[in-house]
């Protein structure tokens, strides 16, 4: 199978949970064909659309982020059953969707696990998928982190753009401490992008993160001091149980924008973490 309709498989069809009373309505299926700008029967992607990707749909239209000019980092935080899990994967198949492999490579860590081949089983064949790590492989997170704190990523790698998607980063500095050192001097860096996917944020945002983490995410949290630490405001506390994939977003200290996640395969974010056992 053509790894392009491995992406447009993993995106059709692209489904939003609905909106929350008070909020402008939200469409309940997003045609991958359209979301990706492909038209019917074509057999190769945009690669010169802007580097922006696609999470979902916000009251202004597509809610969308460019790691390039917005980043270098981001902070994708959300309690289990959130949706936190979904939006990586968004994330990570909407930007494959507009980045050939040779130019994008991604080193997916799954701290979480879960069954079904745990937080990133839907992506993980994608051909810009470097490496799936967990915690259990220790010695090759550590040789991998090394190789791209020592900027040898193109040769390790290959592509010239490299992100480290994290699920569970409290999870990943429990389970392998020696972790924090490699992690701390990424976040310093502006060579590699991480993504951060966190059910505690109070645990991960050290004063060079809030600094660095251009993009800061938050989906449903259990306190206002957790919501507090990533947004500046409490409203990701305020999230219904019952609105799974909504989120508020804070972009370079701009005006914070709420939005519902677009979630792959048709799943919704509760019944994705039920399935797959995480948030």
Known sequence: VAWTEKIARALAPVRLAGAAAGTPPLPVLVPAAPHLGLSEGERSLPWAA???????????????????????????????????????????????????????????????????????????????????????????????????????????LGPAKVVVVIDGVEQLLGSLPSMAGPLNELVQSASVHLVLGTQRPSTVMTARLRETAGVRIALRLESSAESLEVLESPAAATIARSTPGRAYARVRQGRLVGFQVALLDGATAAGGAEQHGVG
């Not at 979904?86 to 701290?111: E, W």
């Open 50 to 156: 802007p580097s922006e990707v696609r999470l979902g749909v916000c009251a202004d239209g597509p809610f969308t982020i460019d790691l390039d000019r917005d980043g270098p980092h981001v902070v994708v935080a959300g309690a289990p059953g959130s949706g936190r899990t979904q939006l990586l994967r968004t994330l990570v198949c909407g930007m494959a969707a507009t980045h050939r492999p040779d130019a994008l490579g991604f080193v997916l860590i799954d701290a979480v696990g879960g069954s079904d081949g745990g937080s990133f089983a839907d992506v993980a064949e994608l051909p810009h998928c470097a490496a799936v790590l967990s915690p259990t492989d220790g010695a090759s997170l550590d040789r991998v982190l090394s190789s791209l704190i020592a900027g040898r990523s193109r040769a390790s």
